[in-house]
């Protein structure tokens, strides 16, 4: 398989037939099939037999990307504005100062105690049930954290489609099986879930606001409908996914608390920075006291040092919230709103992204490519949703609207011809 000689989808020899042909006893074949699907490059389906992924974990959708020549307007990135994003040498210049006085060693707590305040502070005004907190590497060393200490290889997991794809990567690499649930601007969809978690999924990730690739965000109503649904399966490890702190408009709806295992992550990275590894994680008592412990035999903790920059850009009001999520805002309406007159349907209720459906996805990346616009495969972020291309929005100025706006409505317009017609 590392070499390339299996096709993606490609039927596996059975363990016994696969031993006689290699002369070594099926035990050891057994635990190669064991290894080989618990890092997600095969999946096995009872009599049916084994198979090679036809998305093995080993093959990143982060490779699933446009290489942007050199010239070309670069919309698939999905990076933050770096002129929204606060300075940080203030930060963490005090947070050196505070090293130096106060040096942390082997021993000490692993959660920065001024971080813990200011984080629950935060939780509690969003409504955010009470419980422990841990600091991770960002959120996704989070969600992967979470399923790692609850889950078996095998398990189901619920993912949303379109999603994040390092989350469509992770799964699966942790020898975890997924089950898609459809996306609309309110949210995954309560009727998908049901029907997930009814078929077996032992965890939902969800995404509160700014979802990747999307744009939603959970309203009041379809909170309410989760909630329910959840309270029908209450043995369901539940993930929600907060990336979208202090960069969105939209009110939070959490559904924490519902399920007898839970987990609600907020990273740092959009709002002040990708390079900012940093995450807080809660949730209930056992959960998070599993993934301190996991940690601990690891890494340890999350440096305190930058546990305390974060503190003080907090502390400091060093980033203007409410100004970068108007600003963001106003970037997403603004394409929304071109392509709209121009007959494209397109979503982005919160966050840094637009998410177009398309009817030919790679003909119009191909066709966004030679206008000189660079946008993301959907691919990169779908399992079995319709085809669609994300456009990050982030750092798009107002005179750029119009001409991506028109390029993108030739690229998606039928083709007749062989030309497109709009």
Same mark, same amino acid.
């Given at each position: ?192 879930? &049901?029907?997930?978690? $009814?078929? +077996?999924?032992?965890? *939902?990730? /969800? ?6 690739? #999307? !744009? @939603? ?124 007159? &121009?007959?494209?349907? $397109?979503? +982005?209720?919160?966050? *840094?992204? /637009? ?6 996805? #790679? !003909? @119009? ?58």
């Amino acid at each position: 398989m590392g070499a390339g000689e299996l096709e993606p989808g490609q039927l596996l020899p059975p363990m016994r037939e696969l031993a006689e042909r290699l002369g070594v006893n099926p035990n050891t074949v057994a635990a190669a099939y064991r290894t080989l699907r618990e890092r997600g490059v095969i999946e096995t389906h009872g009599r049916r037999g084994s198979r090679v992924r036809s998305k093995p974990a080993t093959t990143g959708r982060e490779y699933i990307r446009v290489e942007v020549p050199s010239g070309v307007r670069d919309v698939a990135n999905g990076n933050p504005d770096p002129a929204l994003l606060p300075s940080l040498a203030a930060a963490f210049a005090a947070a050196g100062a505070q090293a130096d006085r106060e040096p942390v060693l082997y021993g000490d707590a692993t959660v920065e105690p001024e971080l813990a305040r200011i984080a629950r502070a935060d939780l509690d005004a969003d409504g955010v049930p009470d419980g422990p907190l841990a600091v991770t590497s960002g959120a996704l060393d989070s969600i992967e954290r979470v399923l790692a200490v609850h889950l078996k290889p095998g398990d189901t997991v619920a993912v949303e489609d379109p999603g994040w794809g390092g989350l469509l990567d992770l799964v699966p690499a942790l020898g975890l099986r997924m089950v898609p649930v459809g996306v609309d601007d309110e949210g995954p969809l309560a009727e998908d879930v &049901r029907r997930a978690l $009814a078929a +077996g999924a032992r965890a *939902l990730v /969800v995404t509160d606001r700014a979802q990747n690739p #999307t !744009g @939603a965000a959970l309203s009041a109503t379809r909170a309410r409908a989760l909630r329910s649904v959840l309270k029908e399966h209450p043995e369901t490890l539940l993930v929600e996914d907060d990336h979208g702190y202090r960069i969105v408009d939209q009110p939070l709806h959490p559904l924490a608390g519902v399920t007898r295992h839970w987990a609600f992550v907020r990273a740092v990275a959009k709002a002040y920075g990708p390079d900012l590894r940093l995450a807080v994680l809660t949730g209930d008592p056992v959960t998070v006291d599993r993934v301190l412990g996991r940690q601990r035999l690891g890494p340890g903790w999350v440096s305190r040092l930058l546990q305390r920059a974060v503190v003080r850009l907090w502390a400091d009001d060093a980033l203007d919230a409410p100004a970068v999520a108007s600003a963001y805002g106003r970037r997403r309406d603004a394409l929304i709103d071109a392509l709209a007159r &121009r007959g494209v349907a $397109a979503h +982005g209720r919160s966050g *840094l992204n /637009v998410w177009i459906p398309v009817p030919d996805e #790679t !003909g @119009a990346v191909a066709r966004l490519l030679h206008a000189g616009w660079a946008v993301a495969p959907g691919a990169r972020f779908r399992m079995n949703a319709p085809p669609g291309i994300r456009v990050t929005v982030a750092t798009l100025t107002p005179e750029e609207t119009g001409p991506l706006a028109d390029a993108i409505a030739l690229a998606v317009a039928p083709v007749e011809g062989g030309r497109s017609y709009v």
